[in-house]
């Protein structure tokens, strides 16, 4: 069996998985790296995501392998990467408000401009204070959106009446899940069976 290549190994150990408390409630997303010392530790169990089946890191690595694609191989194992993980002990929710960031913010604007509704790169978009700072508009979720190029200089320093511009929904905080920080690539398929949010999302808008 041939060993997985270093840079790929580390990009599968970068990826994400999901975690569960003990109620099988998703309380965090961490590395597959992570996961699997949690899972070495016995502080977590790898769950199977089909049949809801648990596993030590002993059982895991006696599991068939069912996508080569995502098995982390030495010359001797092969490791299924873990996409859900059990925690043993923690049961509880964890209530966090989501800090304004720019990162986030990008997320919560899914890198669209919230006045012409085009989606764009990092590079063409920018943090816009609908109230400008001029005017005494504070930066925070309620007063930020993304805005492309164009649009960002049509509005400059101004407000939205005298610009007629408009935003394609109010700016809001958005709630806090474990999923915050990830973009809806780096999620994965089989997470929407513990998470009925997401789930609804994903659908509502596709
Ligand atoms: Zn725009």
Known sequence: MRATHPTRRNELLERATLVLNRSWRPVHVTTVRRALCMVFREAARIV????????????????????????????????????????????????????????????RDDYTCQYC??????????????????????????NCVLACVGCNARK??????????????????????PYLNLRPSQQMDSWARFAPEQKRRSASSS
């Open 156 to 177: 400059a320093d101004r407000t939205l009446k005298e610009t007629g511009l408009h935003l394609l929904r109010p700016p809001v905080r958005p709630r806090w899940t």
């Open 48 to 107: 199977c995501p089909e049949s809801l089946s648990t596993f030590t890191f002993e059982e895991w690595i006696e599991q068939p392998v069912p996508d080569p694609a995502r098995a982390i191989r030495s010359p001797s194992i092969a490791i299924a990467v873990p996409e859900v993980v059990l925690l043993a002990r923690y049961d509880r929710i964890p209530c966090h408000e989501a800090p304004f960031t720019r990162r986030n913010l990008f997320l």
């Open 117 to 142: 509704g085009r989606r764009c790169t990092t590079d063409h978009l920018s943090v816009d204070h609908v109230l400008p700072r001029s005017r005494g508009g504070s930066t925070s979720w309620e």
